[in-house]
């Protein structure tokens, strides 16, 4: 079933999940065993995130040079055909603009449609290491809105979802300009967006406002992750251009050297925010898993 038909049957908040695909060295039936705690909740669909082909350079015998290719995480593809053969569940595979061409992407999408996988998020990627701005591959896309024009290409098979950003995105100079440029990707054939990590609920609220006033009318989903770690308030917003509110911080702070109160502090603030969030109305609430399920799992015994 699509990720559009799902939204469309209204009924009560249910929760979506987004998980990392392992690395290599990991069976199939660990990566099972690690999902099967989020079962219990009925989630109707899996997130599955992309990682970009990387290169490295090895120096070699003579002195030069050779080019390597790095892949340290099983494939996306391959995670959602692990979890569909276990799991009566959809899934949702990332497919990113970044280090590929539009042929290989188009390849992906028929191997997708193959089997029998009808949703998608359509993302840009981020940018290599090293690299100030993003840079397409020669032949690729440089914006999700193109990507997005191009799943849309296969007779609807696909329900796309995209990424939006409460906070906005790091290179736009301002929000208004942000959700401009989300909007050309819901016009482009988006059926629903996902937002970044917040921890502040009226930064999303607010952000829901003014997309809706710019014209865009699809499902907003809010996203969640848990801090469990003091370094997390620095880590955080330095990876993911966001802000953690003060409370929260001071709060983080005060645990000291405390792990597990930390992570208490943590879980508890996703709690609080995930019941607001309910009792506001939002069909659904996406969970960022970073491949950990105890914290996630508490919150939604809480929440669901």
């Known amino acids: ?42 989630p109707p669909y899996i997130n599955v995130t992309s990682h970009r082909d990387e290169y490295e ?8 040079y050779s080019k390597h290719l790095v892949r340290n995480r099983v494939s996306e593809v391959a995670v959602c055909g692990a979890i569909m053969s276990e799991f009566d569940i959809e899934t949702v595979p990332h497919i990113i603009c970044g280090g590929a061409t539009a042929e290989e992407i188009d390849s992906k999408l028929h191997d ?12 840009r990627g981020d940018s290599i290491v090293g690299e100030k701005r993003f840079t397409p591959v020669q032949g690729g896309y440089k914006y999700a809105g193109e990507l ?13 979802g995209v990424g939006g950003y409460p906070e906005k995105h790091f290179e736009a100079p301002n929000i208004e300009t942000d ?29 829901v406002s003014k997309c809706r006033a710019a014209g865009i009318t699809v499902p907003i989903i809010p996203g969640l992750k848990p801090l469990s770690t003091v370094k997390q308030i620095n880590m955080l917003p330095e990876a993911f251009s966001l802000d953690i509110p003060f409370e929260l911080t001071r709060a983080m702070i005060e645990t000291g050297d405390d792990k597990e109160k930390a992570y208490r502090t943590g879980t508890e603030w996703c709690i609080m925010q995930c019941k607001d969030l309910i009792a506001h109305g939002v069909p659904v609430v996406h969970f960022y898993t970073m491949g950990r399920a105890k914290n996630i799992v508490e919150i939604l015994k809480e929440c669901f």
């Open 148 to 160: 997005v024009a191009a799943v849309r290409k296969f007779d609807d098979f696909f329900s796309i």
């Open 1 to 42: 079933m699509k990720i559009s038909e799902i939204l469309a049957r209204g009924g009560e908040a249910f929760p979506s999940l987004e998980i990392v695909p392992p690395l290599k060295g990991l069976t199939k039936q660990e990566l099972i065993e690690s999902i099967r705690p989020f079962m219990e909740f009925s």
């Open 179 to 207: 959700i401009a440029n989300l909007k050309k990707k819901v016009d482009a054939g988006a059926d629903y967006v996902v937002t970044q990590m917040f921890f502040d609920n009226k930064v999303y609220y607010d952000f």
């Open 112 to 123: 997708l449609r193959f089997m029998g996988i009808s949703n998608v998020m359509a993302l």
């Open 57 to 64: 350079y090895r120096r070699k015998a003579d002195g030069t």
